[in-house]
């Protein structure tokens, strides 16, 4: 039998059971996340913020390159460079 006469493979159906276990697993990870997020958005990073030189990777503001964390996270005075007017 040649591989395009083969029939397709199974789909593994899983249960209600194990899902949900699965996600039982993964729900305290979701929670100290959006705890270190603390209201603030996933998308508010220096990277996206308006007084960041991506050239010399330092912020405009304060004239030096920002920690890994506030790199990530975003810090008190971040300017979105691509806000949406309305």
């Known amino acids: 039998m ?6 397709p493979p ?4 899983r249960d209600r059971d194990a899902i ?6 993964q729900l ?6 959006a705890a270190q997020l603390n209201g603030k958005s996933m998308y508010r990073s220096c990277l996206n913020c308006l007084f960041f030189d991506e050239t010399t990777e ?7 390159r920002p920690p890994a964390r506030v790199i ?8 979105d460079a691509f806000e949406i007017p309305f």
Do not use: R
């Not at 949900?20 to 697993?25: T, V």
């Not at 305290?28 to 996340?33: D, G, I, S």
């Not at 990530?72 to 300017?79: R, V």
């Open 20 to 25: 949900e276990d699965e996600y039982s697993l």
């Open 72 to 79: 990530w996270q975003g810090c008190e005075d971040h300017k």
């Open 58 to 64: 330092q912020c405009k503001k304060y004239k030096l």
């Open 2 to 7: 040649t591989s395009m006469n083969k029939p």
């Open 10 to 13: 199974q789909m593994k159906i």
């Open 28 to 33: 305290p990870h979701f929670q100290m996340l």
